[in-house]
Structures are given as structure tokens and as C-alpha cells.
DNA sequence: TAAAAAGTGGGGAAAAGTGGGGGATTAATA
DNA sequence: TATTAATCCCCCACTTTTCCCCACTTTTTA
């Protein structure tokens, strides 16, 4: 589904744009909410159906789990998708995830991700000079 | 399916031309991902499927499966072919691999290799040297 | 050596990204 | 309750990018 590396501006009235040929998969609205490693996941609806209700299977005994909870479903926003393409980005998601003006958005498959430029580029460098453990990861794959 | 070496430019519009004799694999368009060793890997959107079905399963809640999933998600891009036969390279893309004017591509059966031309004339002037000690390691895969 | 095919370059129309004004709805205060 | 204030979002407009198409050059082939 959602996949590629793409830039894109937060305006003063804090708009971000969805890449054109992702939008239609929006229609009907979509939630962000805090990801990890400082950075922001946004869902549409169908996906965060599932993604609920996985989350509600969690065991409430675990703290580890109640954290992970909090963090997914309560730092959830409901969002619409303007006519040209763009959703507001809520003051406190903003925040968290540190973001200035300029913003990477990421295709995850079945999510977008949303970094601020700065923090993407640091995440870059660290995994990047990692890439020799992503490559037995292919090996344990088959690919 | 994808074998040899062929010189192309990359043009002032980050346009490179496939061999004409595979276009016709790349009717329903093409997957540029990045590889190993500073190449990029171009796979048919068939080929990309089989792969991307594997990483879709992979848990978001352990730090190496979300930075193998960012590398080979976030890292891919779906593009188009025109009708002189050429795909745009993405900046990120071609920052990644180095790629300057002179590329070379190299087909891998399965996939293309897209390489800056210095870059692979260091990598082939080290492996054909060594290629008798990296045939050696081939017996525990079986070859 | 002529014709055809492939590689390469660039102009221009169309689409996408971006910014801001202004009206309508909601909230706030006297 | 009337008036004011604030927020949201729709729409218009400008800028930038993309991509389609045409044309020229080089290479291949008959």
C-alpha cells in the first residue's frame, strides 16, 4: 500500500499535505497518533480498526502494555483531509514529535510516517551504518 | 530474466532509460529500492510483491524490525516508465547510491542494479581480483 | 551506406505544492 | 441575549514540479 520517502512543508496553520496518490485511501478521514522512535503514524480507518483491536487484546497486568495503550490510543487524533489534500496537525502531536517546517513522510505499507526532517536524518545515519544486521535480517527472510 | 552490464546517463531530469529488451517487464511500472554495497535494486512490480509480503507481518514493537521495514519500505519507491522507456530517480534514491551522470546497470535475474559507474568499477577491481576466495565461501551455500 | 532503432535532450501544458483571504459556524463575554 | 471574539475550513491564486511529446543524435542492422 503505502510505500517511498516523500518531503513535504508544514504551513503556519499547521497543514500538511498527503502525497497525491495516496489521498483516495483517506476519503474517509484518517488518525495520527504517536509512533515510535519520535515520529508520528498515521492510519486510515480501516487499518486502525485492526490495529484497536490487537491493541485491546493487550494483557491490562502488564505495565509495559497499559504504557504502549496510553501511548497509541490516547495520543490518537481523529482527522479530516481538506480539498487540497492536506490535514491539520494537531498542537500536541506537533510537539512530541518535534516537528519544524520541514517534514519527511514515510511509507510504512500500511501506515505513513511523520518525522521531522532533522530527526529523519539522524535515524538515517545511526541504521544506515547498521546495514550490515539489516542484511542478515534478509537472510533470515529468504530473500 | 535480467542478465549484463549496460552504460546509461542520468540526465539533468533524473531520467534513466531501461534496456529496451526489458521494458516489457516493466509495463505496470517498477519498484527502485535501495540494495547492498551502494547499489539499487529495480524490481518488477510481480517480483516486489513476493518480497514486500514477507515484511508486511514483521512487529512494530521491536526497534530492528522497524528499521529493516523503514529500509526497505520507506527506502522503496513506485515509478513509472515513459514512453522512451526511461524512469525517474528519485533525489533520495540517488543520493543513497552516490549516482552521478554515468550509471551502470547490471541485471541479477530477478532484479536490476543500478550503480554510480566509480563505484562499481572499485567494487568489480576488488571482487575480480578476490573472486577466487569468494567462490571459496559459496560451498556452504551450496554451489 | 541507407534505413531503422535506440539513446538523449528540452519545451510546454498540466498537475501538484503552498500560501493566504474571508465567510460561516462555534464559543465567549458582557 | 446580543455582540464580540475565535476557530475552522473552503476557495482562490501563485509557484513549482512533473510528465508528456517532439526532435535531434548516435548506434545498430540489413
Redesign the pocket.
Known amino acids: 500500500m503505502f510505500i517511498g520517502e516523500?518531503?513535504?512543508?508544514?504551513?503556519?496553520?499547521n497543514?500538511?499535505?498527503?502525497?497525491?496518490?495516496f489521498r483516495k485511501f483517506f476519503n474517509d478521514g484518517a488518525i495520527i497518533t504517536k509512533g515510535l522512535d519520535n515520529c508520528l503514524f498515521i492510519y486510515t480507518k480501516k487499518e486502525w480498526d485492526k490495529l484497536v483491536k490487537r491493541l485491546a487484546d493487550l494483557p491490562i497486568s502488564q505495565a509495559k502494555s497499559r504504557a504502549f495503550s496510553r501511548l497509541m490510543l490516547a495520543g490518537a487524533m481523529d482527522v479530516?483531509v481538506?480539498?487540497?489534500?492536506?490535514m491539520?496537525m494537531p498542537d500536541y502531536l506537533k510537539k512530541f514529535a518535534g516537528l519544524n517546517?520541514k517534514i519527511i513522510l514515510a511509507g510504512l505499507y500500511n501506515r505513513l510516517e511523520v518525522w521531522d526532517e532533522k530527526v529523519w536524518n539522524k535515524y538515517q545515519s545511526v541504521t544506515d551504518k547498521d546495514s550490515g544486521d539489516i542484511a542478515e535480517g534478509l537472510v533470515d527472510l529468504g530473500i
Do not use: E, M, S
Open positions: 516523500y518531503n513535504y512543508n508544514l504551513d503556519d496553520k497543514r500538511l499535505a498527503v502525497p497525491t496518490k479530516n481538506d480539498k487540497q489534500g492536506r491539520i517546517k
